[in-house]
Nanobody
Framework: QVQLVESGGGSVQVGGSLRLSCVGS????????MAWFRQAPGKERERVAT???????DYADSVKGRFTISRDNAKSTLYLQMSSLKPEDTAMYYC???????????????WGQGTQVTVSS
């Protein structure tokens, strides 16, 4: 059974940093595309960063240059290092895996429970 558990959220001031972690289990961690999403109240869910099984990464324009996604396959852990945080980064952050054939980065079908990030000025 695929499970994802996030941690590392919290409250931080503008310009601060946080690192989110997501531990996966129940699947061959290194083979699948994983991503971080976020959703703020009243807004649509946004994919902020993607880590493909082959190692390439992709970022939303809104976080490019400030967030870094990485993965430690030996620890089955996905990370999101967030720096230069802004109030608009306030949201619930979720990690997800696209448990699909051939490492496809679409149709993310397993999700963690989320971790809250709040950035205050």
């Amino acid at each position: 059974q695929v499970q994802l558990v996030e941690s590392g959220g919290g409250s931080v001031q503008v310009g601060g940093s946080l690192r989110l972690s997501c531990v996966g289990s129940g699947y061959t961690y290194s083979s699948f595309c994983m991503a971080w999403f976020r959703q703020a109240p009243g807004k649509e869910r946004e994919r902020v960063a993607t880590s493909k099984g082959g190692g390439s990464t992709d970022y939303a324009d809104s976080v490019k240059g400030r967030f870094t996604i990485s993965r430690d396959n030996a620890k089955s852990t996905l990370y999101l290092q967030m720096s230069s945080l802004k109030p608009e980064d306030t949201a619930m952050y979720y990690c997800a895996v696209a448990y699909r054939p051939f490492g496809a980065c679409a149709g993310f079908n397993y999700w963690g429970q989320g971790t809250q990030v709040t950035v205050s000025s």
